[in-house]
């Protein structure tokens, strides 16, 4: 955690130095989530699920360097199903603060990039706590707050519409449980394939 407040503290010392005729874009975000949940003990076993994300972002680039920061608030879409082979689908809802540093490169009317920042994320609905199927004692619980590490790549098309995947790593235990005598914890892991529009 302390890691996580040093980066972002490290991060808006460089927002205060991007010059005053910085790039700024305002835009709106969404994509597809594809997550899951790594647990510590090998009690639970989970796989993929599906949901989404959606919200409005922020990108400051400093001029003719390429390189700068975009931040969003998304309501974001994440959990695990199959637990431990059991059909069942545990979701949970956050609002998900990412802040990513930028690195823009190519020509202007087509551009790649990459991404990486910390994120954090609270917890606003969805399961809370959750019984095993088939067990008895044993509960899954899910934390309010969540929070990681992203890297991701993708394209800018006329410097409107970006296209682009993350990968999402978890360094918080979002998720802790029970199974008898045995606790367990889990975090957070997953991509995103998501689509944004500045104006």
Do not use: C
């Not at 199959?82 to 930028?102: A, H, R, S």
């Not at 802790?176 to 975090?187: A, P």
């Amino acid at each position: 955690m302390k890691k996580i407040v040093e980066v972002i503290w490290v991060a808006l010392m460089l927002l205060i130095a991007i010059p005053a005729n910085a790039q700024i874009n305002f835009g709106m975000k969404g994509g597809v989530n594809i997550s899951s949940v790594q647990f510590n003990k090998d009690i639970v076993s989970s796989s993929n699920i599906t949901g989404f994300q959606i919200g409005p972002m922020i990108e400051i680039m400093a001029p003719y360097l390429g390189v700068g920061i975009d931040a969003a608030v998304l309501y974001s879409q994440k959990g695990m199903k199959d637990v431990d082979g059991q059909e069942e689908n545990l979701t949970t809802d956050y609002i998900d603060v990412p802040l990513n540093f930028k690195w823009k490169f190519g020509l202007p009317l087509l551009k790649g990039y990459l991404a990486a920042g910390p994120y954090v994320g609270f917890r606003i609905g969805g399961d809370r706590i959750w019984n095993i199927p088939g067990r008895v004692n044993s509960q899954i619980e899910t934390k309010s707050f969540a929070a990681g590490l992203n890297f991701g790549l993708g394209v800018e098309v006329i410097s409107h519409l970006q296209v682009g995947f993350n990968y999402g790593l978890g360094l918080t235990n979002n998720y802790s449980g029970v199974d008898g005598n045995e606790t367990f914890e889990g975090k957070h892991r997953g991509w995103t394939i998501s689509a944004a529009i500045l104006f």
